[in-house]
């Protein structure tokens, strides 16, 4: 039995060894499996390549793909499905943030028949306050409007057997929201414990504008529920303004109101307009994706490959 370990790797170079080395130590407890360390180069630009290319000639069980640019670690992953050889797999990241000792857990898991074993935080590490209010809230939404389970504090840390790594390979849009299409393949998932780290190196490469884009990626790839709640406003405001019309026209009719109409028309215009841009807005997310997929460009584009010698 092989087991795969793919570790997507952007400007890590000063991580990789004490991963290595902690990998090492969490795999010797196991030695009834072959293990394949897959790292997957996407366009560092730093010397993480030379660091891979370095641990491949000196290792047998170091495979790298490097990535022509940086395509971003969802794209990063798609490629690490391609490329993996092993008859499960884990995705970890390189800066030690996901504790190797989980591993073994995993492991046992998968043996017990569970073919997407995932990792829970029962902690997040050291994270600003509004960063952890913004991703409740982003789960809370996206839990809100699409009825597949999306489970909160949990990340791209996972084993995943063969099956579901061919199911994911199947699944090639180009915006990508992998945490999803995880939940969308189903299979029989478990899930483990674990204390989230922080980072041992470096600095995480997400900010908030690309925490933000990959959250709308998260709704907009999951669920159409905004373009409903478009259509909900739209049905409200009309019915709301039908209802004043009548209260206009009575009070005019009736009482020879003289209908003084600057005030009203100028925030029943504001209004209307501020709803008709969001809704456009809304429905422009959507088309900006549509296309994006019908271009049907690869994900990704590899420069070189090296695999495991063989062992
Ligand atoms: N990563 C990547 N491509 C990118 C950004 C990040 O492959 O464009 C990798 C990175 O090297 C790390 C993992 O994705 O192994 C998680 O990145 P990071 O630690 O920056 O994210 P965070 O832990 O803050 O979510
Ligand atoms: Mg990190």
């Not at 995705?91 to 073919?115: C, F, H, N, T």
């Not at 409200?236 to 028309?265: E, H, R």
Request: a neutral charge; glycine letters at 8%; charged letters at 25%.
């Amino acid at each position: 039995m092989k087991i795969t370990i793919l570790i997507p790797a952007y400007n890590e170079q000063d991580n990789i060894a004490p991963l290595i080395q902690a990998l090492d130590i969490a795999k010797s407890d196991m030695p009834d499996y072959q293990w394949e360390y897959l790292f997957v180069n996407d366009g560092s630009t730093d010397g993480t390549l030379s660091i891979l290319e370095a641990l491949h000639n000196e290792r047998d069980d170091v495979a790298y793909v490097d990535l022509s640019r940086n395509f971003g670690k969802e794209n990063a992953m798609l490629a690490g499905f391609d490329y993996a050889t092993g008859d499960a797999m884990i995705i970890m990241d390189a800066d030690l943030q996901d504790p190797p000792s989980v591993i073994k857990d995993m492991v046992l898991k998968w043996r017990e028949g569970y073919d997407d074993v995932y990792a829970r935080r029962k902690s997040r590490g050291r994270e600003s306050w509004l960063r952890k209010q913004l991703s409740l809230t982003f789960y809370r939404i996206l839990q809100g409007s699409t009825k597949i389970d999306i489970l909160p504090n949990v990340g791209d840390f996972r084993l995943l057997d063969r099956k579901c790594i061919e199911a994911m390979r199947k699944l090639r849009e180009s915006g990508r929201y992998t945490k999803g299409l995880f939940t969308y393949i189903g299979f029989r998932k478990t899930a483990v414990e674990f204390d989230r780290n922080d980072r041992t190196q470096g600095k995480s490469s997400f900010n908030f504008g690309k925490l933000f884009a990959l959250a709308m990626e998260g709704i907009t790839s999951y669920t159409t529920a905004p373009l409903r709640l478009a259509t909900l406003v739209g049905v409200l405001v009309s019915l709301l303004a039908f209802i004043y019309m009548v209260y206009v026209f009575v009070k005019a009719l009736l009482f020879g109101d003289p209908v003084a109409g600057y005030p009203t028309l100028m925030t029943v215009i504001l209004f209307l307009g501020g709803v008709q841009l969001l809704t456009i807005g809304i429905i422009g997310e959507y088309l900006a994706r549509v296309f994006n997929e019908v271009k049907q460009r690869p994900v990704y584009f590899v420069r070189d490959y090296k695999e495991t010698k063989k062992q």
